[in-house]
T-cell receptor, first 110, second 111 residues
Framework: KAGVTQTPRYLIKTRGQQVTLSCSPI?????VSWYQQTPGQGLQFLFE???????NKGNFPGRFSGRQFSNSRSEMNVSTLELGDSALYLC?????????FGPGTRLLVL | GEDVEQSLFLSVREGDSSVINCTYT??????LYWYKQEPGAGLQLLTY?????DMKQDQRLTVLLNKKDKHLSLRIADTQTGDSAIYFC???????????FGKGTHLIIQP
């Protein structure tokens, strides 16, 4: 089976802009989670979607949002970008107790 | 909130065993995981253990869990240069609010 794919792999944006990241889970996986990885804060949970419904949400401001489509693909959106949003955004596809991660989208906010 | 702690660095000689340690605070943890991250890459799931198990072995990897002390370890036998990476310990709590990760242990292999 193909692994988790994330697009784009790299992004450069400026403060105040918005960005949309995409994740395609492993075929047959219905749960998708998003994480933010920064050198200072490490890996932090953003949210989890299952069957198009947000099931859990981490401690992030409302500028961070997401959605899941009927084919299990997921998108996350960050509005009004801040310098501190520069990070590696990782998507994970879940089956039962296991989470498999994609390669991530590296976002740089200038 | 719940916390996961790891040492930042571990240096071992090629061919020796590496033991990476992790402690966690969530007493309702259901599963505990070890992930590997190489430079510029995502996280690779190495192994995981259910909280009612003490040990799990998978080829060169051995996971030990001491639930009473909330201590998890990952032993890599016959460490090779390809094992050089950052290793993350993670736990899934009873509330299932995603995984809580440690800050990662940089494994450095000396020739």
């Amino acid at each position: 089976k193909a692994g988790v794919t994330q697009t784009p792999r790299y992004l450069i944006k400026t403060r105040g802009q918005q960005v949309t990241l995409s994740c395609s889970p492993i075929s047959g996986h219905r749960s998708v989670s998003w994480y933010q990885q920064t050198p200072g804060q490490g890996l932090q949970f953003l949210f989890e979607y299952f069957s198009e419904t947000q099931r859990n949400k981490g401690n992030f401001p409302g500028r961070f949002s997401g959605r899941q489509f009927s084919n299990s693909r997921s998108e996350m959106n960050v509005s009004t970008l801040e310098l501190g949003d520069s990070a590696l955004y990782l998507c994970a596809s879940s089956w039962a107790e296991t989470q498999y991660f994609g390669p991530g989208t590296r976002l740089l906010v200038l | 909130g719940e916390d996961v702690e790891q040492s930042l660095f571990l240096s071992v000689r090629e061919g020796d065993s590496s033991v990476i340690n992790c402690t966690y605070t969530d007493s309702s943890s259901t599963y505990l995981y070890w992930y590997k991250q190489e430079p510029g890459a995502g996280l690779q799931l190495l192994t995981y253990i259910f909280s009612n198990m003490d040990m799990k072995q998978d080829q060169r990897l051995t996971v030990l869990l001491n639930k009473k002390d909330k201590h998890l370890s990952l032993r890599i036998a016959d460490t090779q240069t390809g094992d050089s990476a950052i290793y993350f310990c993670a736990e899934r709590g009873g509330g299932a609010d995603g995984l809580t990760f440690g800050k990662g242990t940089h494994l450095i292999i000396q020739p």
